[in-house]
């Protein structure tokens, strides 16, 4: 009896611990568990990520279904993966985009949507809270929502963006049904979820914000409370002391200050404040201390953000020439916007064209429409203005008026906006975000700081582009640039007449007083009185010199009337300094030319200061591994070439240099560092700084800065020579002694990382040339991931005649398994292009789709 | 009786022959219509039917183990014999699991959920088989003790 009990209790035990362990194990599989994934579910070969396999092949031609058309839309692919379509009207040009796009990208739309919007973390989990916390209170989002707003259903740019969502929706719902999602989806089970209008707008805010969004001010604050105002001032100034090459000489006119007409969609709405009883707070000076603490607050919560999610380099150069400098005697235009670089790439390369449209260029995942490129007789592109958009306010605050702060002359209730952020693998995160008149409140660490950024202020980017697109002329693109307003961008312009320009539209605030690269007084005094107006921006059209060039360098010269920012918001030159130089090399260039040009890697910073430090080395006691370094320096060209020593030995001594100088100085003052490397780590070249070294070098040997801070007396020479010591000691530890092997490409490389941030995905890092002011730009270190994005040269043969090139680093598909996630890669490194082909010109042999609604 | 002993044994001997293709078949079926578990709901199949054939438990798991594995194998091989790209997916899903680039490891790892899902229906298919009842002239495949008890 004993042993029959015995027995039944072990066989339910049994049935017991069978259902239990099968149970758990189930439940993991198809629900995960924290961080990891479902992955019965993530691993069914059918239905799992390995559906995304799919994707990976080439498409085949055929017939495909995309609801909504009125009439079939022609696509065709070339065998790099180009596209073009051709469509009988504009809506159905952009929902075919829309379709296109997502069928090739939808994994980088939805994650630039989910980055905007904060809702990273709900596919990422928990890492991704703090770059959502940010971007929620940033309000991205709450712009674009405000954007679509005042978007007309029936303009352009409404019907535009609607057709698009609905293509894009029609590749959602293909996957939905399907269920042969991108592996990223098969993997973690968290599905795209419909697109909107206003998510596509989320997308332009996302590249505002890259190109846009500053932490300047805040690096200004922690100068000025450790370095002090008076070297702060005179070492970051507002304008450079180094000669300059502004596209924009002048002469210049006051024009005034415009208004904003639109408000900040993410400020409390001044009207409707009404004021709270109480005195006002005694006047005082803003506290730099604690103005220092919020910067640091905010600059370590910036770090969390995905990589070029914020402005940190210069970016892009774009010129063009006319006339006799170039060979036909019509113009040329050479762009290439440098940019985080990506796998996928932030382009997508598209002709659209229909009975009203016919354009052909680097089109944004997400956005419709083309953003840089060509039409029939205009051909356009950008480079970012850099200019001051981002203003800091430090609000007065008071235990006494709890949710208060004090504005114009009382005390103001903040605004509240709720959410709750969902993460993946772990709890919601509750979040409130407060603002201001000036905009919402990024951080109370130290001082309450609101943040009022220009990119927050809705733009209606789209229907410019739109305008530019169909523009047959300067008047008709300047005209279309009239509505552009953030981000700030130099639009570089070259028509099939011969002419060229540049235009500068967007917001660029002026205050009505104070300084505004620091914190600003939140009470009032300092608030944006308006902008520049459109007639007073930088611009220049068909100059004597039949040549306009924009590298990130100041557009304007000293005299101009009006604020737009300091030294360490423009590049220091270099770039420009090169492109011209190269631009008057022959006497009519052609589009080899413009792309050699591209490719430069000449550094005319080097160009400049190896000569000085040649001369400071001159009797100087060497042992045998300097003299030999020196021996290669002499006679150097300048070229920061992949197996060129030189410029080892240049970039070492530079960054050296820098130390030997500055270091002392960031010691004494306790200047923090580590707080703010994006601003103030010298092995990043701050902007300011090597203006100033390049500055006194050249003309001021013995400015006191040499001199260390109870060191003794010190000039130009000595320290180029002790720091000429420590970069040929470094590099004989690093890389051997014999300096001839000293290749830049042993310590230098280029890296094209993937959205996914898993480094198999990406590229590299290969041994590469450049660097931060060459043109063919590789900055973000000695791992570079920043630098050209995409390379096109136009050529304007004759009326409505083009001969384009372009290429960019990456490939048309997101999918790592297919031949088009970095077939163009290749290309793109060597520095050689493929045509960019009009819808027209797309061959015969290509691959083609007709889609319908049919099926 | 001998004949009847030899019959049994043969099945026992033949089973996994016959289960592991059929359940393996069931498996795919199962994956291509959306069924992520029919791994598992083979394996308690695969449980059942082997316990009540009382086939030995080497046999057992190696079927369960055939079963899940082959399962998920077949639209795998499918994929790849219509021209995708499974091998460059398999690194891809490695990577972003956060494992080394590795086809074989994607692959290996897609067959173990698979497998462990048959191996865990089948310990509960065979838990909840009613214990057979040992006839006087075939062996006992529990202890001897139990058939006491009765």
């Known amino acids: 009896m004993g042993c029959t009990v015995s027995a039944k209790i072990r066989r339910i035990a049994g049935r017991l611990g069978a259902l239990v362990l099968a149970g758990l194990l189930m439940f993991v599989l198809g629900v995960g568990t924290g961080p990891i994934p479902a992955l019965g579910r993530a691993l069914d070969p059918a239905r799992g990520a390995w559906a995304s396999a799919d994707g990976g092949r080439l498409p085949a031609g055929g017939r495909l279904h995309v609801p909504g058309l009125t009439q079939q839309a022609q696509v065709s692919f070339d065998n790099e993966g180009l596209a073009s379509i051709t469509a009988a009207s504009d809506d159905d040009l952009f929902r075919a985009q829309g379709y296109v796009t997502a069928r090739f990208r939808l994994t980088q739309m939805d994650l630039l949507r989910r980055l905007g919007s904060g809702r990273l973390a709900e596919l990422s989990g928990p890492a991704a809270v703090e770059s959502d916390t940010f971007e929620l209170q940033l309000g991205l989002r709450r712009t674009a929502e405000a954007a679509w707003t005042q978007t007309p259903a029936d303009s352009p740019a409404g019907k535009a963006l609607s057709a698009y969502t609905a293509g894009v929706n029609a590749r959602i719902a293909e996957l939905e049904d399907g269920h042969d999602w991108p592996a990223l989806y098969g993997l973690t089970g968290v599905h795209p979820g419909r697109w909107t209008p206003v998510d596509s707008l989320v997308v332009q805010e996302v590249l505002t914000q890259q190109l846009d969004f500053s932490t300047v001010p805040l690096g200004y604050a922690l100068l000025d409370r450790s370095l002090g105002p008076e070297l702060t001032k005179a070492w970051f100034p507002v304008l450079p002391a180094t000669p300059q090459q502004p596209y924009d000489p002048g002469p210049y006119q006051d024009l005034g200050t415009a208004p904003i007409p639109e408000r900040n969609a993410n400020a409390a709405d001044p009207a409707a404040l009404r004021p709270g009883p109480g005195p006002a707070p005694t006047a005082q000076p803003l506290d730099t201390a604690h103005a220092a603490a919020a910067a640091t607050a905010v600059l370590a919560r910036a770090d969390h953000l995905p990589a070029g999610a914020l402005h940190l380099h210069p970016d892009s150069n774009a010129w063009a020439a006319n006339g006799p400098a170039v060979a036909g005697g019509r113009a040329m235009l050479a762009g290439d916007p440098h940019l985080q670089l990506s796998l996928p790439s932030d382009w997508f390369e598209i002709a659209l064209r229909s009975p009203g449209l016919d354009v052909t260029g680097a089109s944004l995942p997400g956005m419709p429409a083309v953003l840089i490129g060509h039409n029939e007789h205009i051909s356009w592109s950008l480079t970012d203005v850099q200019n001051q958009s981002t203003l800091f306010y430090s609000e007065t605050t008071s235990p006494e008026h709890p949710g208060a702060y004090y504005w114009n002359g009382a005390w103001r209730p903040l605004e509240h906006v709720e959410y709750t952020i969902p993460v993946r693998g772990g709890d919601p995160v509750p979040l409130t975000v407060d603002l201001t008149v000036h905009g919402p409140v990024i951080t109370r660490d130290g001082q309450t700081t609101s943040v009022d950024w220009m990119g927050n202020i809705p733009s209606p980017d789209l229907a410019a582009l739109l305008s530019i697109s169909t523009a047959g002329d300067y008047g008709g693109f300047r005209e279309a640039l009239r509505g552009w307003k953030a981000p700030t961008q130099n639009f570089v312009y070259a028509d099939d007449q011969g002419n060229i320009g540049i235009v500068a539209p967007g917001y660029y605030p002026l205050v009505k007083s104070g300084e505004p690269w620091l914190p600003l007084s939140g009470e009032g005094a300092a608030d944006v009185a308006g902008t520049i107006p459109f007639d007073a921006v930088p611009q220049v059209y068909n100059p004597p010199s039949h040549a306009v060039v924009t590298a990130n360098q100041r557009p304007v010269g000293a005299d101009y009337p009006y604020y737009i920012g300091t030294t360490q918001d423009f590049d220091p030159g270099y770039r420009a300094t090169q492109i011209n130089t190269g631009l008057r090399a022959g006497p009519a260039l052609g589009p080899d030319d413009f792309g050699a040009l591209q490719s430069d890697v000449t550094d005319r910073l080097a160009a400049q200061l190896v000569p000085e430090l040649l001369k400071a080395l001159d009797g100087a006691p060497l042992d045998e591994r300097q003299r030999t370094a020196r021996d290669l320096l002499t006679g150097w060209n300048a070229a920061m070439d992949e197996k060129s020593p030189q410029a080892s030995i240049w970039w070492r001594f530079l960054i050296a240099y820098l130390g030997e100088v500055f270091q002392p100085w960031w010691t004494d003052r306790k200047v923090p560092v580590d707080l703010a490397r994006r601003h103030l780590a010298l092995e990043r070249t701050p902007p300011a700084l090597v203006q100033d070294l390049e500055q006194w070098t050249l003309h001021d040997q013995g400015n006191p800065a040499f001199t260390p801070p109870g060191g003794p007396a010190r000039d130009a020479r000595a320290a180029m020579r002790d720091a000429f010591a420590k970069a040929t000691a470094g590099l004989a530890a690093d890389l051997g002694p014999d300096p001839a092997s000293w290749n830049w490409g042993r310590l230098h490389r280029r890296v094209i990382p993937s959205i996914t941030q898993v480094p198999a995905l990406g590229h590299g890092p290969l041994p590469a040339g450049g660097d931060p002011w060459t043109a063919n730009n590789a900055d973000g270190g000695m791992d570079s991931d920043f630098g050209p994005s995409w390379r096109m040269v136009v050529r304007w043969t004759g009326p409505a005649t083009a001969d384009a090139r372009a290429v960019y680093p990456g490939g048309q598909s997101e999918n790592p398994a297919s031949p088009w996630y970095r077939n163009l890669i290749d290309l793109w490194w060597r520095g050689e292009y493929l045509p960019l082909r009009t819808a027209a010109e797309h061959g015969s042999d290509d691959l083609k789709w007709t889609l319908t609604s049919e099926g | ?150």
């Open chain 2, 1 to 150: 009786m001998r004949s009847q002993r030899m019959a049994s044994g043969r099945f026992r001997n033949a089973a996994p022959l016959l289960i592991a293709p059929a359940g393996a078949l069931l498996v795919a079926l199962g994956s291509a219509t959306g069924l992520w578990y029919a791994p598992f709901a083979a394996g308690v199949l695969t449980g059942a039917a082997t316990g009540l054939r009382r086939m030995r438990l080497p046999g057992t798991l190696g079927s369960a183990v055939l079963i899940g594995a082959a399962g998920w194998a077949i639209p795998l091989a499918w994929r790849a014999l219509a021209g995708q790209p499974v091998g460059a997916t398999a690194e891809t899903i490695a990577a972003l699991a956060g494992l080394p680039s590795s086809a074989a490891l994607a692959v290996a790892a897609t067959l173990l959920v698979a497998v462990l899902q048959t191996l865990a229906g089948c310990a509960v298919g065979r838990a909840f088989l009613p214990r057979p009842r040992p006839t006087a002239t075939e062996p006992a495949l529990v202890p001897p003790v139990s058939v006491t008890s009765v």
